[in-house]
């Protein structure tokens, strides 16, 4: 009886293990900008004006494995959050320490201003790191 209790924990255990998901990789240094270099943000500017031609986020996805997804979800917080965009960039074979950037482009009758976000995703992980922004 104690063999078969044993050995029903073991394979409980073994069950839950394979279902959890971990990734090493996590997304660091996010910042906000109107130009990069090299991928990446010179400096954080999480303010911008209506007419600012595009808003930059930048980060490094550290610890990668290869084929991993982030997505950066852009909303704006009037008085509901608007999801504005979404875009997905994959690792591919690249490991490691990634530099990753998205944008967006002024709309034809500038920014609305107020408070924005952009959550920055690893796709099918509970990791999500946001970075608030605004428009004056």
């Not at 209790?5 to 998901?21: E, G, M, R």
């Not at 494995?65 to 965009?85: M, S």
């Not at 609305?112 to 992980?125: N, Q």
């Amino acid at each position: 009886m104690k063999k078969r209790i044993n050995l029903f924990a073991l394979v409980s255990v073994i069950l839950v293990l394979a279902a959890c998901s971990a990734t090493t990789a996590h997304v660091d240094n996010v910042k906000m900008c109107t130009s990069v270099t090299d991928n990446l943000c010179n400096q954080d500017n999480p303010t911008f004006t209506t007419t600012t031609p595009e808003i930059y986020c930048s980060c490094n996805l550290k610890n990668a494995p290869e084929n991993t997804e982030v997505e950066f979800a852009w909303y704006y917080l009037g008085d509901q959050k608007i999801a504005i965009d979404a875009v997905t960039i994959s690792s591919g074979d690249r490991i490691g320490t990634l530099d990753l950037q998205t944008s967006l482009s002024k709309p034809f009758n500038g920014w609305p201003k107020g408070k924005y976000e952009v959550a920055i995703s690893i796709v099918g992980f509970d990791k999500t790191v946001v970075k608030s922004f605004s428009v004056q």
